[in-house]
């Protein structure tokens, strides 16, 4: 078969072709070590095989024991620990709005008519919501029961990110500090209470007792600054009614 040159074909020089050669080997020794990679890779694999697979298996049964726990264990565990506390739960609400309190509340922490009480579903269903909403229930069912250290003990034990519900519990707790005649650990929770969220109901609230108990502390012009809130940025809610009266009482204090 014939052979042709292109035009203005040159033939290669001598330093073009030993560039050509160290170039041929350069990428010839990239491809030998991703080769002798892969073989040290499968070597490991397949010694190792055994325990790789013991290592992905105890992945898989972690995942899907987690998920199995949660959907079969966890989820009927939660829905049963409701059921039994409806009873406590209706107690408690009728203690807030009824007459005989003390005896309300007692049958929503201890139970009655054969039902479970909040202390029955925190020790029956540990680690659920509900034993933790319960154990809201329980430190406030204590703190209108005026056991006031039961009550600290209770509320110190819930957590939750509910609007509402999370500053009361802080509050809550204040409010049995004050009970104890221990006022400066009832402002750092009413202060904390009123900075956890920014609602017209809990924050104006707690703003305001924050503001008496620092005026009783002696501190006026911490006062007067949780009272001047209140009067500026919650202008509707019930404290806003009555709160000029206590920012006359902190700015005469603090001028002195």
Do not use: C, W
């Not at 999370?166 to 904390?192: H, S």
């Amino acid at each position: 078969m014939a052979t042709y040159n292109k035009r203005g074909y040159k033939p290669k020089t001598k330093v073009e072709k030993e560039h050509d050669i160290e170039e041929g080997s350069t990428t010839a020794e990239v491809f030998n070590t991703l080769d002798e990679t892969a073989s040290k890779t499968e070597l490991f694999v397949e010694k190792n095989q055994k325990y790789i697979l013991i290592v992905i298996g105890l992945i898989a049964a972690v995942v899907l024991g987690y998920l199995g726990y949660k959907e079969f264990i966890a989820k009927p565990k939660q829905l049963e620990a409701m059921n039994d506390m409806f009873q406590a739960q209706k107690y408690f609400d009728e203690a807030v709005n009824g007459v005989e309190k003390d005896s309300l509340y007692n049958l929503a922490l201890n139970g009655g008519e054969g039902k479970f009480g909040m202390l029955d579903i925190i020790e029956e269903y540990s680690g659920t919501p509900a034993a933790n909403l319960a154990t809201y229930y329980a430190g406030t069912a204590y703190l209108r029961l005026k056991d006031y250290k039961n009550a600290v003990e209770y509320l110190s034990d819930f957590s939750s990110d509910d609007e509402i519900l999370a500053p009361l519990a802080k509050g809550n707790i204040g409010d049995a500090f004050v009970q104890l005649n221990q006022p400066e650990d009832a402002l750092g929770y009413y202060e904390k209470a009123a900075e956890m969220r920014d609602n017209e109901y809990t924050t104006p609230m707690y703003l305001y007792k924050a503001g008496a108990i620092a005026l009783e502390l002696g501190d006026a012009d911490k006062a007067l600054s949780y009272f001047k809130r209140i009067k500026e940025d919650y202008a509707n809610s019930t404290e806003a009614a009555t709160v000029d009266v206590f920012i006359g009482k902190a700015q005469v204090l603090a001028d002195k």
